[in-house]
């Protein structure tokens, strides 16, 4: 029987990973319905801004993401079958994971009140200050996300490496690295730019990028997770 347990966990951090993945791609509907903003010049995050019409879809589906993510990360630390001590990649990447779920579900909980790379109006009043404290608690939790989603891609892609475990991850994890370090760079200097007023150097169209890749991440994870049967 306590054989059956880090089994159970792991099947059970497989399909909710999965679902995490699905429902962090939920962005991709803007490709289907009118939303307003240009996806390559505007945030990922801005679709779910209070004053835009999908804005609750939004908020919903991100907070699918985070509490799916959270979740199986909370299942995969519990399936870890060797003493934790032996194997701290994989403990870590599991930590970073909880972290990536839970700051997603914060992020869900405190939007934007408008879309600042769309709308002037809004861009002003957040650069005098004038829009709610949202706007900077959204960045922080957005932050924390980011930084707890590379922090387990590169943990348990090595512990996938190094341990010999989750063979598909192992395999293409490290080009899923290379290309999310490489669309986090992108974003990061279309943020700077925008806010140096030097344009959003196709800011979207990066972002949308990293979070995408995060997305396939997850989902590589999560084919990567279920037991193999020992006849």
Known sequence: MPGKVPARATRAAALLLGLGALAYTAWLLEVLVRTGLDPVRTYVSELAAADQPLGGLFRATDLAAGLLVLAGALAGLAATRRPRRHEPWALGGWIALAVFGAATVADSRLPL???????????????????????????????????????????????????????????????????????????????????AGKGTWSLGAGQRLQVLLVAVWLAVLAVSLPPRRVR
């Open 113 to 195: 009140s408008c879309a600042p790379t769309a709308d002037p109006e809004c861009a002003a009043r957040e650069t005098a200050g004038l829009v709610p404290a949202t706007h900077l608690a959204h960045a922080a939790s957005s932050s924390l996300a980011m930084t707890g989603a590379l922090a387990a891609m590169v943990a348990l892609t090595v512990a996938a490496r190094r341990y010999g475990h989750w063979r598909p991850l192992a395999r293409t994890g490290p080009a899923l690295v290379v290309l999310e370090l490489a669309a986090t760079a992108w974003t990061l200097a279309a943020v700077a730019a925008f806010e």
